[in-house]
């Protein structure tokens, strides 16, 4: 059973969410809160697998309530909740420790696989989303990218270079929004191998995981957004991690 918190400061939202996830025999609403302080104390009490997170709420927004969680090395995976006039916020969200993101009118068998895949210990990338908030935001990067979840901060940082011609290969993938079974079967080869991959390239970027590996790429210049009429081939946009 997959436990999860809500935490949104608009209770038909939270009303909403946990009657589309209770409908569902392997996920549990087990708690809710209404600001990101209330939810910080529910989740340390309840140790949810994953944690609903609006971005803007009163007493402590959603933005704060991640680094703190993150900092608490939490194991729920947080799933930020969002508009699409909120692209900044989300932006910041991932770089301190958010595993995904999703529309907070997206239909409910997205919000059902985006749950399950956060608490299945993978990051959500959703290739159209994503594509926005880098034309957006990696163009033109926050300041202070040596701050701790930043990522890989300047052009050209001799970190990628570290990387083999296949592992800058696969990152290029994960940009893209591929998951694991994605870039396997476009670079034919088996799964895990694709996860080794994935690893090494977390660990010679110096990062959490994918999502943190994506940002990074897009923010050093190794790779570039997407033409505006591009469309990603990654189709569901989940990313596994090793």
């Known amino acids: 059973m997959i436990s999860i918190v809500i935490v949104d400061d608009q209770q038909l939202i939270r009303d909403g969410f946990k009657l589309m996830l209770n409908l569902e025999p392997d996920l549990h609403v087990v708690g809710e809160a209404a600001d990101g302080k209330a939810g910080l104390e529910l989740t340390a009490r309840l140790h949810p697998d994953v944690v609903l997170?609006?971005?803007?709420?009163?007493?402590?927004?959603?933005?704060?309530?991640?680094?703190?969680?993150?900092?608490?090395?939490?194991?729920?995976?947080?799933?930020?909740?969002?508009?699409?006039?909120?692209?900044?916020?989300?932006?910041?969200?991932?770089?301190?420790?958010?595993?995904?993101?999703?529309?907070?009118?997206?239909?409910?068998?997205?919000?059902?696989?985006?749950?399950?895949?956060?608490?299945?210990?993978?990051?959500?990338?959703?290739?159209?989303?994503?594509?926005?908030?880098?034309?957006?935001?990696?163009?033109?990067?926050?300041?202070?990218?040596?701050?701790?979840?930043?990522?890989?901060?300047?052009?050209?940082?001799?970190?990628?270079?570290?990387?083999?011609?296949?592992?800058?290969?696969?990152?290029?993938?994960?940009?893209?929004?591929?998951?694991?079974?994605?870039?396997?079967?476009?670079?034919?080869v088996g799964e895990a191998t694709v996860k080794t991959h994935v690893a090494r390239i977390l660990g010679k970027l110096g990062v959490r995981d994918r999502v943190q590996a994506v940002i990074a790429a897009y923010e050093c210049g190794f790779v570039e957004p997407p033409a505006r009429n591009a469309t990603a081939s990654g189709s569901t946009g989940a990313a596994s991690r090793p």
């Open 53 to 188: 997170l609006d971005i803007r709420m009163p007493v402590m927004d959603g933005l704060e309530t991640t680094r703190r969680l993150t900092a608490a090395h939490t194991t729920a995976g947080i799933l930020v909740l969002t508009t699409f006039d909120l692209d900044e916020y989300v932006y910041q969200a991932l770089r301190d420790g958010a595993r995904g993101f999703l529309l907070k009118d997206a239909p409910r068998e997205q919000l059902v696989h985006a749950v399950r895949v956060v608490a299945g210990g993978e990051s959500l990338l959703a290739p159209a989303i994503t594509r926005r908030l880098i034309e957006r935001f990696v163009q033109h990067p926050p300041q202070d990218l040596d701050a701790p979840g930043a990522g890989l901060a300047g052009a050209g940082h001799p970190a990628v270079q570290l990387l083999t011609g296949r592992e800058k290969t696969v990152l290029r993938l994960l940009a893209r929004g591929f998951s694991n079974a994605e870039v396997a079967a476009e670079l034919v």
